[in-house]
């Protein structure tokens, strides 16, 4: 039963399709029909288009304050994509295992060290994606000879697309909700069983705050657009650093924010009650993009 203050989960199933390949048992890890989950065709749409999406703005060279050539190709975008998107798995994996899964829960490894490898059961950090792909734009930066800086900025103004579809997919799953609450457009989510393929019952179930929609508009859309507004309209490209300090400064004050709405994970302890995890992680990007922008502001543009 739903009452008058409150919207009914969709129930969509977190996986899209299945691959209907046998089961069979791989050592310590069992495979059998794979659920592709809207988690991970989220990550895969965000890397297409943001690719599509830097991809258009290397082919505009005014941007960039240049008259003929931008200083990033397409071919070199090519690649970065490629890099970009081992970094952010690995990343995003083994953030969470560093961020969370050590520090308090490491009976998961003991029990089962395999659980590393276990990206499909749900588990990725953004810090450590974000640390994944800033290590995909060095290496590209140094393979191709091209500036380190710049190629950031590229990989900033399209970043926004993936968190927004990906806190979307968070939502699909029901997970990483709100804290409780008794706004209008509160909501209940159900756990899910990937046995029987089925949405548990919302009943006794406390309404919260669809956070993860929070996340979606502010993360994704909101930023996605200041950064929009800043390269295409004000050129922010032309001043090296200046978009990827807005994306690490705005992405940081928009998760604090969510941070005071979205439910603190359960096994996190020791922090005091006004302190997050996602808080604490968000501190060294405020610091390094305020240097960015302090930096790209000294630094005197190339005229359009």
């Not at 939502?171 to 756990?191: H, Q």
């Not at 610091?287 to 930096?295: A, D």
Request: with cysteine.
């Amino acid at each position: 039963m739903f009452t008058r203050m409150e919207i009914p989960f969709p129930r969509i199933d977190p996986a899209a399709f299945t691959i209907p390949i046998p089961e069979f048992d791989l050592g310590p890890l069992h495979l059998g029909p794979f659920p592709i989950r809207w988690y991970a065709l989220a990550y895969i749409t965000g890397l297409l288009l943001g690719w599509w999406y830097a991809s258009r703005i290397t082919s505009k060279p005014k941007l960039w304050g240049e008259t003929e050539k931008s200083p990033i190709s397409r071919a070199d975008i090519d690649d970065f994509a490629f890099w970009a998107m081992i970094g952010i798995l690995i990343g995003g994996r083994l953030g969470y295992i560093l961020f969370y899964t050590l520090p308090y829960e490491p009976e998961k490894l003991a029990r089962d060290p395999v659980f590393i490898f276990k990206m499909w059961e749900g588990g990725m950090a953004f810090h450590g994606g974000l640390v994944g792909a800033a290590l995909a734009v060095v290496y590209t930066s140094w393979s191709r000879k091209i500036p380190l800086i710049r190629l950031g900025d590229v990989a900033c103004a399209a970043a926004p697309i993936g968190l927004c579809l990906g806190r979307i997919a968070n939502f699909i799953n029901g997970e990483l909700y709100g804290r409780p609450t008794d706004v209008p457009w509160a909501m209940r989510f159900p756990a899910y069983d990937w046995n029987t393929r089925q949405w548990g019952s919302t009943d006794g179930l406390p309404l919260v705050h669809p956070s993860q929609l929070y996340e979606a508009s502010l993360e994704g859309a909101l930023l996605f657009s200041v950064l929009a507004v800043a390269v295409w309209k004000f050129k922010a490209l032309a001043k090296p650093g200046l978009v990827s300090g807005i994306f690490l400064v705005g992405y940081a004050i928009c998760r604090t924010i969510v941070e005071n709405f979205r439910q603190p994970d359960s096994f996190v302890e020791g922090l005091p009650p006004w302190l997050t995890m996602g808080m604490l992680l968000s501190v060294p990007m405020i610091l390094g993009g305020g240097w960015l922008i302090y930096r790209a502001n000294r630094v005197e543009a190339k005229p359009a």
